[in-house]
Nanobody, 122 residues
Framework: QVRLVESGGGLVPAGGSLRLSCTDSTLTYKRLHMCWFRQAPGKEREFVAQISKSGVSVRYGDSVKGRFTISRDNARNTVYLEMNSLKPEDTAIYYC???????????????WGQGTQVTVSS
């Protein structure tokens, strides 16, 4: 089992930055791919970023490519999402997910955090 907890969300002006963290309280983290999704009110959950077990491979959704950076520190059982040049359309609840498959759809993951709210003002 994996238990994920996100932190770092908040209110930030357009053009600003935030750094989200997701920590696993179990010993399962190191053998799982980690992923960030986001969901705005009335919209479906959207893929944001993914990083492999070792941290060697990463990929991003088109809407955040060049602005967001995903990384992981396996010694601390933590994955990060650095968000720069934030836009109002980035406003959403951001969720951390873990799984054994290298996929970009929510159905590929069965372990989720509770989410953290990111609000970008204009």
């Amino acid at each position: 089992q994996v238990r994920l907890v996100e932190s770092g969300g908040g209110l930030v002006p357009a053009g600003g930055s935030l750094r989200l963290s997701c920590t696993d309280s179990t010993l399962t983290y190191k053998r799982l791919h980690m992923c960030w999704f986001r969901q705005a009110p009335g919209k479906e959950r959207e893929f944001v970023a993914q990083i492999s077990k070792s941290g060697v491979s990463v990929r991003y959704g088109d809407s955040v490519k060049g602005r967001f950076t995903i990384s992981r520190d396996n010694a601390r059982n933590t994955v990060y999402l650095e968000m720069n040049s934030l836009k109002p359309e980035d406003t959403a609840i951001y969720y951390c997910a873990a799984g054994t498959e290298w996929g970009t759809t929510p159905s590929a993951f069965d372990s989720w955090g509770q989410g953290t709210q990111v609000t970008v003002s204009s």
